[in-house]
């Protein structure tokens, strides 16, 4: 089966929120410099599922990417996973895209893939976490999607995907070509083994400009926009440490579970 | 004058001589049928440079072999083993001498055949106070690290019935002839003489009988031997393969793992036995299970599941059985790592290379273990979760740090000190190359502030790299991740050469190891010098004017890469002599005998398994013995677990972890302002 997986280029998550700026004049986040762009977590986990389906019934993987300067690491790194194809779409005015933008450029170079029974996405981004660009894109390409997936099997060519709801998960059928988001549930993304590492170093990664998936920018104009940022400010997070003490460990156990009872 | 018959009382010794080269063949084709074995290993480098093996193998056998250097560090084994390699040598020596005297027709009389036959009996006696030793050692005390298996038994037996039935044969021939004729000469064989002594009662026909049949037994039980340690491969075998194993050793840095070649590998690491080269299986051999590494060794310390000894002996017994196996079956070959060694063992590696320091006969445990680990990584994807988050993070941010210890940017430590920050274009002769640890985990950051500070004040024009600095790629290849290092390695090269850097100071060990010995492989051959060379050579100059006074009680942590892999014992040792009014005691287990942090190998990252104690923790109490108030090192991984080990044990107040270069700006403070 064959399988296209987006995936994202984000400021690696990992740095603490007090260390970004915020342009107010632009409404921009401005990350701090040296940051190295990441894949964003859910959509490799997303790679990993396709690498699972793949690892099970075989097929070829391709991984996009959209973005305004230079996102080949995060494809380079799906591919380094064990992906067998990837491009990016690149362009100066894919800066700021919001869901819908994203989300159609997306759906042109898919329908310049095609060929394809399952198109996976992370269940949202790791930077803006908005998660309606999957089923925008679905949307758009006229196929059914399902969020929020921990699994993913495929049977009598249809996909089984347990989805993960708040108190437990479900369980839903859909037919091929069908689009998923993956939630982090479905388990840790593999390590790139040692030989894809090396031999995705050496890939060729082509980059498409607009035109060459048929792309009006005119589609993308700040008008057409279906968002506006009117804010943006930087958490703050507090932190307050109470230690609970007791004279036995019992005693201070049911203390504890006292306050976090309060607590939720 | 003074002498005796040769094969007195013996017909047809030529029978013996027959008899003896059946089995000296038999066990010349033992050794080539071992030969054969190691042959299902892949090709070494080590079959070059031949002359200058010799050369060293020879100093090697001068300063060690003979002096027993390495073995005496431990007394009653040392001096067991060192009693019976010479009275072997002894007893060797004098049966070549006997031999060509006899044949020769140069017989020796009188004196010098007095003081022959006193020197072979002190020979004899050597070996057998010895061989009562091992005794004792192996059967009465039962030291942990002694694995006695069957053989050890047997050769013990055997090397003792030998010997004392060639002091009764002696003892016998003594009795007959010279006790009645020449008392006095029989002084000079003692070992004999206590036999003769104690036959003088019988009468001759009697000691002609027994000593034929003694002779026989002492002959036979000889050339049983012979046939015995060829038969079961007894670790006898060690008097010929274990110097084999020092000749072919490895001349170079210590734990430097062979690169793999992308375009030609066949296999990943060592997936199955035949994957190690012969000369990592010659090693099997060549140990003598003699328990010096695992004593040596900080995870069999705390209770880990790893002994380097058994990781060996495993393997040895692995390797017979996957050959039986492979010739005279269709079975299929047992697998490798689960087998022997577990997982566990081989992960709880912390490559401090204190095994190897210890070895007498060389074996190279480290890079065995880091081949072990490349295929589980490379091509199985196994190993501990927290290895796996580590390589992700080196993969997607450069530095095996991640979560609350990444609060740092990695350029953030030059905002707080002017120093030149190398961007494109810029070309620097000295680079200071902070590494990881002491651009991110706070702590370290003030001992690279304080390095900087020193580079600053004696005025050398160096450049840093600030964020554009990425891992030296260590921990990714000593777990085993060999294609995420070499990436590393390769961008790294890549960025000195841009710059046009000669000469790099770098402050963490492991980046020194790794930058020194392990890229000129990789294309980058640059000058690299550990800090603390740097603050020495500074020192031995007078540049540094160390005035102001610490006052402080000191103990000093080898760090494993700087000591053991780099031989950097007397540079650090040096610049704190240089410091006003400290005092230094030294630890028990210092210079090459230092006791790993714990640190290494990755373990910055993956996880302790599990044990009695941990590392940090154990080593926090040889430096409690010391009665220090500061504990210094020169690596961030060892300041890292120290800091660790001294808040776990609540001693923040009375007891510092300290790095040596954050002394030594203290110490010049006075002449800075």
Redesign the interface.
């Known amino acids: 089966m064959n399988t296209i997986v987006c995936v994202k280029q984000v400021p690696?998550p990992?740095?603490?929120p007090a260390?970004f700026k915020i342009d107010p004049e632009t409404k921009k986040v401005v990350p701090?410099?040296?940051?190295?762009p990441?894949?964003s977590v859910y959509d490799e986990r997303a790679v990993e599922a396709a690498l699972r389906l793949k690892d099970k019934h075989k097929g070829k993987i391709t991984v996009i990417s959209v973005g305004a300067g230079k996102v080949s690491d995060v494809v380079r790194?799906a591919l380094s996973m064990g992906a067998d194809e990837g491009f990016v779409i690149e362009d100066g005015a894919f800066e700021n895209l919001d869901s819908f933008g994203t989300a159609t450029v997306l759906s042109k170079a898919i329908q310049k893939i095609g060929g394809y029974d399952l198109i996976l996405c992370g269940r949202q981004a790791a930077d803006w976490g908005a998660g309606q660009v999957g089923s925008i894109l679905a949307e758009i390409l006229g196929i059914p999607v399902v969020t929020f997936a921990c699994g993913i099997e495929a049977v009598d060519k249809k996909l089984r995907v347990r989805r993960v709801v708040k108190d437990g998960f479900e369980i839903l059928e859909t037919p091929m070509p069908s689009l998923v988001t993956v939630s982090s549930e479905i388990g840790?993304p593999?390590?790139?083994?040692?030989?894809s590492?090396?031999l995705a170093?050496k890939k060729q990664i082509p980059v498409w400009k607009p035109q060459d998936i048929g792309l009006d920018l005119s589609d993308l104009d700040k008008e057409k926009a279906h968002t506006e940022i009117i804010g943006l400010s930087i958490p703050t997070r507090k932190k307050e440490c109470e230690i609970i003490t007791g004279t036995t460990p019992a005693e201070a156990a049911i203390q504890l579970a006292e306050k976090l009872s309060q607590l939720f | 004058m003074a002498t005796r018959e040769v094969f007195w009382n013996i017909s047809y010794p030529y029978v013996m001589y027959l008899l003896a080269a059946l089995g000296v063949a038999y066990w010349i084709y033992s050794l080539y049928q071992r030969y054969q074995l190691w042959r299902i290993g892949r090709p070494d480098e080590c079959t070059q440079e031949i002359g200058k093996r010799i050369r060293v193998f020879i100093q090697t056998l001068l300063t060690e072999i003979l002096t027993h250097r390495k073995f005496l560090r431990d007394p009653f084994p040392g001096i067991m083993h060192f009693l019976i390699f010479w009275g072997w040598i002894i007893l060797l020596l004098a049966s070549a001498v006997d031999a060509f005297t006899y044949y020769a027709n140069l017989h020796l009389v009188g004196t010098p055949y007095l003081w022959f036959s006193l020197i072979v009996d002190i020979g004899g006696l050597l070996v057998i106070i010895g061989m009562l030793m091992a005794v004792l050692r192996r059967y009465i005390l039962k030291p942990e690290r002694l694995n006695s298996v069957f053989d050890d038994g047997i050769i013990t037996a055997l090397i003792l019935i030998i010997l004392v039935t060639g002091y009764m044969v002696e003892g016998l021939r003594q009795a007959a002839t010279e006790l009645k004729t020449h008392p006095e000469w029989a002084l000079w064989s003692p070992g004999g003489f206590v036999f003769a002594k104690a036959f003088e009662g019988m009468d001759e026909e009697s000691l002609r009988f027994w000593h034929q049949w003694l002779w026989w037994f002492h002959a036979l039980m000889t050339i049983g031997g012979f046939v015995y340690v060829g038969l079961v491969f007894s670790k006898f075998q060690h008097i010929l393969v274990s110097p084999l194993n020092i000749f072919f050793r490895n001349l170079g840095p210590v734990g430097v793992p062979a690169p793999?070649d992308?375009e030609k590998a066949e296999t990943?690491g060592v997936g199955e036995i035949k994957d190690f080269t012969w000369k990592q299986l010659l090693d099997l051999d060549a140990c003598t299970n003699c328990g010096r590494c695992q004593d040596a060794c900080p995870a069999w310390a705390t209770g880990k599941p790893l002994s380097p000894r058994k990781v060996i002996q495993d393997l040895k017994v692995h390797m017979v059985k996957a050959n039986k196996k492979q010739t005279h079956s269709s079975e299929s070959v047992p697998t490798l790592v689960g087998e022997a060694p577990t997982e566990e063992e081989i992960w709880a590696c912390t490559t401090c290379a204190a095994c190897q320091e210890t070895c007498p006969v060389y074996v190279e445990h480290l890079v065995k273990i880091i081949d072990l680990r490349?295929n589980l990584?490379?091509?199985h994807?196994k190993?501990p979760?927290t290895a796996?988050l580590m390589?992700?993070n080196m993969?997607?941010?450069?530095h095996p740090w991640?979560?609350i210890q990444?609060?740092r940017?990695?350029?953030d430590w030059t905002s707080e000190i002017e120093v030149k920050v190398l961007s494109e274009g810029d070309r620097v002769k000295t680079l200071f190359w902070v590494g990881c640890t002491g651009a991110l985990a706070e702590r370290n950051v003030k001992a690279t502030l304080s390095m900087a500070k020193v580079l600053k004040a004696v005025g050398i024009d160096f450049g840093v790299l600030?964020?554009?600095e990425t891992c030296c790629g260590d921990p990714a290849r000593r777990a085993g991740?060999?294609?995420?290092f070499?990436?590393s390695a390769e961008q790294n090269i890549e960025t000195f050469k841009n710059h046009q850097i000669q000469e790099i100071i770098t402050m963490c060990p492991h980046c020194y190891h790794t930058l020194k010995n392990e890229y000129p492989k990789y294309g980058g051959a640059f000058k690299v010098i550990h800090y603390t060379q740097f603050l020495y050579d500074l020192i031995q100059q007078k540049k540094l004017n160390l005035s102001h006074a610490l006052a402080l009680n000191l103990t000093y942590q080898d760090p494993c890469y700087l000591g053991r892999y780099n031989h950097l014992y007397q540079e650090p040792r040096q610049v704190l002599q240089a410091l006003p009014q400290i005092r230094l005691k030294e630890m028990e287990r210092s210079r090459n005998r230092s006791f790993c942090c714990g640190g290494g190998g990755g373990h910055m990252w993956i996880e302790e398994q599990p044990g009695t104690t941990k590392i940090n923790q154990m080593r926090l109490e040889d430096v409690l013995k010391t009665g220090a108030d500061t504990v210094v090192t020169a690596c961030p991984y060892c300041l890292q677990m120290f800091e660790e080990s001294i808040e776990h044990k609540g001693m923040k107040e009375t007891l510092k972890a300290k790095d040596l270069v954050e002394l030594v700006e203290e110490a010049m403070e006075a002449t800075r302002t």
């Not at chain 1, 701090?32 to 190295?36: A, E, I, L, N, S």
């Not at chain 1, 593999?190 to 030989?195: C, F, H, K, N, S």
């Not at chain 2, 991740?481 to 995420?484: A, G, R, T």
């Open positions: 690696d990992e740095i603490p260390k701090p410099p040296g940051v190295p990441v894949i790194h840790l593999r390590l790139p083994a040692g030989m590492l090396m170093r | 793999i992308i990943l490349r990584v490379l091509a994807s190993m979760e796996q390589l992700r993969q997607s941010r450069g991640a979560g990444s609060l940017l990695r350029g600030g964020e554009a991740y060999e294609f995420q070499q990436i």
